[in-house]
């Protein structure tokens, strides 16, 4: 019988933390400057290193229900390999969402009331994703191959396209759903004009970013399947990852351009775990290969952007 106290850990440690965010670091409706976003950004990443240490007593202790028969070293490993790749695939994320704030003319000062009610949702809408890949991976044989090669589709589609996004672009959708009004109405969500309710511009920010995570959760979700299929390192590594995005969104939010190359180090991520993931029954590929790759694909994104930004 499976032992639900880790779940109850990891479920009150990301409520507790969200908590010190939306109440202690962001207590007001303020602009985040760097300083603090990269002070909140070692927080949440502190935090998450914290949680492998509770990981590894979980799994030595056997209170988790160790399908995958792992030792705790190794959930510890899967589990970090998995929270670096989740939050290097969410960089082109930052892009988007950099993208949809300048669309609905969002204010500095909202910003991080919208990506935090963003994180509440994920935090539901990813464990149904993340429950119905583990279905799929279980009960249909080959499942992996076809994941793999939907990750493979999803990195040459992005290597493909250019300047993915316009600022311009406004997600038509949500104006055929709703009565969408493009003013911020002082704040609010909802709101009456003329004697009609009409949803505002923060309430079509806050659905987009909501549909933008699944749409990526599709991706990541399959990616981080590469490295394990244990549903609690899945979900943990996927949840911890988003928490240290929205600090991290600020923290890039001026120098999304600059680091243009990074993009392509998310894409030699992908194709790398495209392969693992299709060649899972024929080859191990050890995990400590996998978090050296994906670190010097990163380092060397980061490099070149930084040489690039030197040479302007």
Do not use: C
């Not at 935090?47 to 995958?68: E, H, M, R």
């Not at 392509?264 to 495209?274: C, E, H, M, P, R």
């Amino acid at each position: 019988m499976e032992n639900y106290t880790p779940w109850i850990v990891l479920i009150s440690y990301l409520l507790t933390l969200l908590l010190i965010d939306f109440f202690v670091f962001h207590k007001k409706n303020q602009v985040t400057s760097v300083k603090k976003a990269v002070l909140e950004t070692i927080f949440f990443i502190t935090n998450a290193i914290i949680f492998s240490g509770l990981i590894y007593w979980f799994y030595d202790s056997s209170l988790i229900d160790n399908v995958s028969n792992l030792k705790p070293n190794q959930a510890v490993v899967k589990y970090l390999t998995g929270y670096i790749i989740e939050l290097s695939l969410s960089v082109d994320n930052l892009f988007v969402i950099a993208i949809i704030f300048t669309s609905f003319k969002i204010p500095n000062q909202h910003q991080h009331k919208l990506l935090f009610l963003g994180i509440l949702g994920a935090i539901v809408f990813r464990a149904i994703l993340i429950s119905v890949g583990l279905i799929l991976l279980n009960k249909i044989h080959g499942m992996n191959i076809v994941f793999g090669l939907f990750l493979l589709f999803t990195a040459l589609k992005m290597l493909k396209k250019e300047a993915e996004h316009t600022e311009n672009e406004e997600p038509k959708g949500i104006m055929k759903l709703f009565r969408f009004s493009k003013e911020l109405h002082g704040g609010k969500y909802i709101t009456k004009v003329n004697g009609k309710t009409v949803f505002t511009a923060l309430f079509g920010a806050l659905i987009t970013i909501e549909l933008t995570d699944l749409l990526f959760a599709l991706d990541s979700i399959p990616a981080i399947f590469a490295v394990t299929t244990d549903p609690f390192i899945v979900y943990s590594s996927n949840m911890f990852a988003i928490m240290g995005l929205r600090s991290l969104y600020f923290f890039l939010a001026n120098m999304l351009d600059k680091f243009s190359y990074l993009k392509y180090s998310v894409f030699a991520i992908l194709i790398f775990v495209s392969i693992k993931l299709m060649t899972a029954s024929l080859l191990t590929i050890p995990e400590w290969f996998s978090l050296l790759f994906i670190g010097v694909s990163l380092s060397i994104g980061i490099y070149i952007s930084t040489i690039k930004i030197n040479e302007q």
